[in-house]
């Protein structure tokens, strides 16, 4: 089955920097790559999806990369903000199977 | 935010109790999911109805057992569960496992286990 690991498990960023998360996956069958945000307290939010014909994907400050070759996605925040704090999660799936594989999260503080 | 609906939002339940957790959702969609999400662990797929059908049982022990009535409606119902079942318990939907991918979820049922 389809293994998905993240890192980093915590990332500490001051206000305005952009800050980076890793996900690799390992089955090559893998074509759906969505990431969710989930605020202390609160369900998970889909932020942001990118499919395996792209290579790159981006809306605001947020975008995701996709490496099909070295099988990694990243997402990258820019200008963090203090409301950007929460767990994000990566995942993998492969299509019209639903079956979602998450990573295993990072928490993410931006500080004032 | 009343698409994904979960009641109850906490439950403390004994070891030999029985008990249901229930989703509803207001969205159309005919694709519903339960996830289990536990401190330091990912997020776990339990349960997959597509139209109303598992298609999906991801190894969960059988002191979890899920119904699907319609295609708006999840339970699951636990029996002689274990402490390390201790979790929150996360419905979600989504179109169809076909066309749509964006999975909505509900607030989640905070499970302790005594």
């Known amino acids: 089955g389809e293994n998905v690991e993240q890192h980093p498990s915590t990332l500490s960023v001051q206000e305005g920097d952009s800050a980076v998360i890793k996900c690799t996956y390992s089955?090559?069958?893998?074509?759906?790559f969505p990431w969710y945000k989930q605020e202390l307290g609160k369900r998970p939010q889909l932020i942001i999806d990118i499919r395996s014909n792209v290579g790159e994907k981006k809306d605001q400050r947020i975008a995701v990369t996709l490496n099909k070759t070295a099988k990694h996605f990243s997402l990258h925040i820019t200008e963090t903000q203090p409301e950007d704090s929460a767990v994000y999660f990566c995942a993998a799936s492969w299509t019209s199977y639903g079956k979602l594989t998450f990573g295993q999260g990072t928490i993410l503080t931006v500080h004032p | 935010e009343t698409g994904v609906t979960q009641t109850p939002r906490h439950l403390v339940m004994g070891m030999t109790n029985k008990k249901s957790l229930k989703c509803e959702q207001h969205l159309g969609h005919n694709a519903m999911y339960w996830y289990k999400q536990s401190a330091k662990k990912p997020l776990e797929l339990m349960f997959v109805?597509?139209?109303?059908?598992?298609?999906e049982n991801n190894s969960v022990p059988s002191r979890f057992s899920p119904e699907c009535p319609n295609s708006s409606h999840l339970f699951l119902h636990l029996h002689t569960l274990q402490p390390e079942d201790s979790a929150l318990y996360l419905c979600?939907?989504?179109?169809?496992?076909?066309?749509?991918?964006?999975?909505?979820f509900g607030p989640g049922t905070r499970l302790t286990v005594t």
């Open positions: 979600a939907s989504s179109q169809d496992l076909a066309s749509s991918y964006e999975q909505y």
């Open positions: 109805y597509n139209f109303k059908e598992q298609t």
């Open positions: 089955d090559s069958a893998s074509n759906y």
